[in-house]
């Protein structure tokens, strides 16, 4: 079944201990993203990647880390997670550079809290 | 800056009827994309429709379908026989430029009751 798998689905921390969320597709999708979603604010993106080792910032990349070291895994670190970190985090991918319009297929989404 | 506008923070539908939901959005660009994702209580980011910008003709899937107004960059969805199952948050969202980013409205919440 194609889809987009995140690890943990939910999260409970404190403040400074380092986290990874594992994303992962298997739909060979060469573009992938990572979003966090709040109240009242929607969804923003924290960073993306447009292949194999090359990723870049989004709106809220502040405290956030990413690497692209293979084409189905996404990870995104927190070395220091913050209690304004707590939120629902979602990855999502999409299949080609051809074209702006490719729908973006999203994971489960992670509930963290950071206390 | 690209902006959308979700008016309409919450709606309500009897099961079997029509309803329809707001989206506006501003961007300079000629060369878009915009997307109904919908939220269901699960938090599952699920694809709806989509509609391209260059495109005169309305999106339709099945029971949804979007009246897209480029001048007034207007893109409103349409549910009709709205079904229990169509209880979610609904969040237009559109796309452009080479970062693939999606800008997101904050979502309306809808209310299918029997």
């Known amino acids: 079944e194609a889809q987009v798998t995140q690890n943990p689905r939910y999260l409970i921390t404190v403040t400074g201990k380092k986290l990874t969320v594992t994303c992962s597709q298997n739909m060979n999708h060469e573009y992938m993203s990572w979003y966090r979603q709040d109240p009242g604010l929607g969804l923003r993106q924290i960073y993306y990647s447009m292949n194999v080792e090359v990723t870049d910032k989004g709106d809220v990349p502040e405290g956030y880390k990413v690497s692209r070291k293979e084409k189905r895994n996404f990870p995104l670190i927190l070395e220091s997670p913050s209690p304004n970190q707590t939120s629902l985090y979602f990855c999502?991918?999409?299949?080609?550079?051809?074209?702006?319009?490719?729908?973006?297929?999203f994971g489960p989404g992670t509930r963290l809290l950071v206390l | 800056a690209q902006t959308v506008t979700q008016s309409q923070p919450e709606m309500s539908v009897q099961e079997a009827e029509t309803v329809t939901l707001s989206c506006t959005y501003d961007?300079?660009?000629?060369?878009?994309?915009l997307f109904w994702y919908k939220q269901p209580p699960s938090r599952q980011m699920i694809l709806v429709i989509r509609q391209e910008a260059y495109k005169q003709q309305n999106a339709t899937e099945n029971r949804f379908s979007v009246n897209f107004q480029k001048a007034a960059k207007s893109f409103s969805l349409k549910i009709s026989d709205s079904q229990l199952g169509d209880t979610a948050m609904y969040f237009c969202?559109?796309?452009?430029?080479?970062?693939?980013?999606?800008?997101w409205g904050l979502g309306t919440s809808l209310a299918v009751n029997p």
């Open positions: 999502a991918s999409s299949l080609t550079l051809a074209g702006l319009g490719e729908t973006q297929y």
């Open positions: 961007t300079s660009e000629n060369n878009y994309y």
């Open positions: 969202a559109f796309g452009a430029g080479n970062n693939r980013k999606l800008i």
